[in-house]
């Protein structure tokens, strides 16, 4: 797995650009978004070898944990709080290269070292968060960001 977490730029680029389209074709066949949201965390964990892939939804005012592939995590976070909160609440992507250095991080695994949180909008809200965890530090780039969010607007 470190190996894959090491791999060049380039390479990650190349491993985005190939998975997207299976993303695409996966998704357009189903219209329900939390069988969407399962087959896009297990498309992402499988592909890149991360840490904690998947997602929290938005429901009754919190975050909900919903599918997604890694140990076990905590199943609900408040706007503003943690990663998954600051990202929901700004309504941008998140990057944190190293989680002991980001004010109010939520450990849900101490062996997370470096994560991303990029926010699923449906009609001009904010619906859920892509969460992903790695445990080696400074994983996560523009990079990623790029194609995360170009990923979520599939679901
Ligand atoms: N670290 C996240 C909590 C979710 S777990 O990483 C799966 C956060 O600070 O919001």
Known sequence: ????????AGAKEEKYRELVPQIRSVVECETDMIANMANVASML????????????????????????????????IRKGKGVCG?????????????????????ACSSLSRSEIVVPVWKDSEVVAVLDIDSKELGTFDEVDKLFLEEIVTCL
């Open 86 to 106: 600051t990202a929901w609440e700004r309504g941008e992507t998140v990057v944190v290269p190293d989680v002991d250095a980001f004010p109010g991080h939520i």
């Open 45 to 76: 964990h499988e592909t890149f070898g991360f840490w904690w892939t998947g997602f929290y939804r938005v429901a009754e005012g919190v975050l909900v944990l919903g599918p997604f592939q890694g140990p076990l995590a905590c199943t609900r």
């Open 1 to 8: 797995m470190a190996e894959e977490l090491t791999i060049s």
